[in-house]
């Protein structure tokens, strides 16, 4: 049988080892979980006869050279800052290898040595990036193909919770990683193309400028700007674009809640609080008001956001029990971001029965035969249970579905890359379809950023 290896057992998992598991039959598959917890590998494969689970430790080379070396093919799905050790020993043992995380400096440099010895070491290749990486290539190549020149490229995506589960006045809940939510858009100004002129938002004002999104069936959304808009400029070829803006979803309202937390301070994760394991949560939000003999806690944080009590955004705080005199932080020395994410949790968490929805939406604006055009790309994905994501179907799939193809030969390319290539994106676009991940691209009139065309 053929040997796939997936090192992790993660939340982002379940579709990727349901797919492999449901191919394994006609694919003479032999599927190896490895996790440092091996009972979350285990209740991951169930009692299926082509696959097993394995204690495996990233950290030691001898358990981890001995399962990569047995294996066909190697799916990393830890952290993305594991991947490098994997890595290497999949060049070693030449080894073919599959992530769904950025490709770091360590990885791209070793490119060379992959493409040496014929090996594809796709990365990128989950839900963003991934799924937004292959939607918006597949139509850029489809313009540039008839003879269109891309002038406006806009992405954005966003991980929410399903309309039956959004029962909160922030409409979010944590869907993915919470400190990666708490500490958004922190280490640098906010970047992008609008009209060939070089825009920049500074992390304090990121959250005050959001632009509106609406999405057939499901209503309205916002989006912030993404850290860096520019990076995949010249990997899309998209040099001569004159718009290029890349940003994240959240339902509309949340940006502007959000601005709070970020003018006081909340979301600092520069240092450490003294004391902050005996601090209640009114006593942390007290940290960061000025003192007064007389006024409480909520009308100085009102006084210093100029919030008025009947403005629906002091409902929002209200309802994260953000004043509460009894609940208690209970961490040693913790940053404000660390806080925040803990009092957060406790209103943000999923419940059992809650559904997650992932929203992903591209513009294209083109020059063609003298005129301009554009087309308006959405793809909606909403989640099963707690278990069966959407945020691990739409990362997991794709996985998944790359790992067999490059086992099957059908990826041949080699070297460190991502994709954003015919062969890589066409044929798992068109086999996502089969399992509900579908993107509908309508014509809308191009305005651009310059909608009187001055």
């Known amino acids: 049988m053929r040997k796939i290896l997936v090192i992790g057992s993660g939340k982002s998992t379940s579709y990727l080892i349901k797919y492999l598991l449901d191919k394994s039959e ?103 990036p991934g799924l937004d990486h292959m939607s918006a290539m597949q139509v850029i190549d489809g313009i540039r193909d008839k003879g269109g020149n891309i002038i406006l490229f806009e992405s954005f995506t966003g991980g929410l919770v399903a309309p039956e589960s959004d029962n909160n006045l922030w409409n979010y809940k944590f869907t993915w990683n919470p400190r990666n939510v708490v500490t958004a858009g922190q280490g640098g100004a906010a970047k992008f193309l609008q009209e060939n002129t070089y825009k920049y938002i500074p992390y304090n004002r990121l959250f005050r400028r959001t632009e509106f999104l609406d999405v057939e069936g499901f209503g309205r959304f916002e989006a912030y700007a993404n850290r860096d808009s520019l990076k995949y400029q010249s990997v899309y070829n998209l040099d001569n674009v004159k718009t290029l803006y890349r940003g994240t979803m959240r339902r509309v309202g949340f940006s502007r809640a959000w601005q709070v937390f970020v003018a006081l301070g909340m979301t600092d994760d520069s240092y450490t609080i003294d004391d902050s394991e005996n601090m209640t949560y009114r006593d942390f939000v007290n940290a960061f008001l000025p003192y007064s003999p007389t006024d409480s806690v909520e009308l100085k944080f009102r006084h210093a956001l100029k919030i008025d009590q009947d403005d629906i955004i002091w409902d929002k705080f209200l309802e994260l029990d953000l004043f ?22 406790d209103s943000w968490t999923l419940d059992p029965k809650d559904k997650d929805m992932i929203v992903m939406y591209h513009k294209f604006g083109y020059e063609l035969d003298g005129k301009k055009h554009q087309i308006d790309s959405t793809m909606v994905t909403l989640g099963e249970d707690q278990t069966y994501t959407a945020m691990a179907k739409t990362v997991g799939l794709p996985v998944a579905i790359a790992t067999l193809a490059i086992l099957n030969g059908k990826i041949t390319t080699p070297g460190v890359q991502i994709p954003i290539t015919k062969e890589v994106y066409t044929p798992i676009l068109e086999e996502l379809k089969d399992y509900g991940i579908t993107f509908k691209e309508t014509e809308v009139p191009y305005l651009g950023y310059n909608p009187l065309n001055i």
């Open 26 to 128: 006609t694919e003479n598959l032999h599927i190896t979980v490895g996790d440092l917890n091996v009972e979350s590998a285990k209740i991951m494969i169930g009692n299926h006869t082509n696959a097993s689970a394995i204690s495996l430790d990233v950290f030691d080379p001898i358990s981890r050279e001995h399962a990569i070396k047995a294996a066909d093919i190697v799916v990393s799905m830890l952290p993305a800052r594991f991947h490098i050790e994997v890595a290497k020993d999949c060049i070693t043992f030449n080894k073919s290898m599959v992530t769904a995380s950025y490709v770091s400096d360590e990885m791209q440099a070793l490119d060379q040595d992959a493409k040496d010895k014929g090996l594809v070491f796709m990365n990128e290749i989950g839900v963003d």
């Open 324 to 345: 509460s005199k009894t609940k208690m932080v209970e961490l040693k020395k913790a940053t404000p971001a660390q806080i925040l994410q803990k009092i957060l949790l």
